[in-house]
């Protein structure tokens, strides 16, 4: 396959990236953007800064490293990484990843690599982003995003599949560049990560040779990431409590409306995990198995890894013996820590229309942040 056969989900070329800057330069929206991340500058010095970018490279070390760390300062309690000697310097691979945030996890992930001398990656996102909003669309094709399409038939995904895998494929065994993805489409918003069945199909589907040598070749690398605070945790609460009665119908812009809550929110401390690539040994075990069997075998490993890699904070724990009516973890918090959580979740439960039910609009609330604790102690079982 060629590269113009990739052509529909790239990430920008330079040139294009040059292009997509000087639309950026002249967006109405620039001004709101400017004063929140570079607020002791005027417009116009952002302007020109824009406009003398000639390369994705130099759009990520010039604006988005600033851009992320202003995030990291103004939203956050710190942000800590660990599993940065897993990280072959020499070597690409495919970063499979539990998603929070829409925007926020693999920005994160790009900062921790800049800022350890790593190379960057390409970045899969839902084509669901670029619909709407021509600046969020070229910001996030700026930044090395590989479109994954949304919303399609089944045939049509089948063919879209097909195209994504050969590209990763091609992509991480050229040694081209490093893909960052996430494990499942979408955010968790219940507290649960879990891997997709059908990603890992997709992963294999572009392979030449046996289930061994296709997995083993993408050098599959588990990440996991953890808020203190989840990002937007009220509104997953609250999509998950419309969904139990009617299909939930996201309104116009309200995954643009996320993306900027989920950089301004007070987020506490933010902790990211790299583990080791899958071993050859782990994915042969998985090959011994039946054939649907094989990835349901793949996908138990990646899920005890993610979970495995998640920090738990006090809030998690709070959360856990809130949504069991239980003292469980009574020793890693504080009397005045559950107050506190009880009056954050009460002021967040305050910001969405009083005809939801409150009692079970709490509960989702709390699960969203215990469930990362119930999965770690299925794991020690």
Known sequence: MTDNEYESIVPYTDEEVVEALGRVSRSPILPIVSKFFFPDEPLSTLRKLLKDIHSTEEFQEVVMYKVVATIIERSTSGFHCDGLDNIDRGSTFLAVSNHRDIILDPALVQWMLYANKMPLTEVCVGSNLLEGNKLVADLLRCNRMIKVIRGISARELYLSSQLLSKYIRDTVTSGRSTVWIAQKEGR????????????????????????????????????SISYEYEPCDIRKARELLISRSRKYVKKKMEDTHSIMLGIKQWKGGVHLNVDKPLTRGEIEMASACDRNDRYQAIRRTLDLRIIRGYKLWKTNYMGYDLMNNSSKYRGLYSEADLEAFKAYTERKLSKVERSLDRDELRKIFWQIYGNPVAARERDLE
């Open 188 to 223: 968790t918003k219940d507290g649960r990560d879990m891997t997709e069945q059908g990603l890992l199909k997709m992963f294999d589907m572009s392979g030449k040779g046996s289930f061994l040598d296709n997995f083993d070749a993408l050098h599959i690398t588990p990440m």
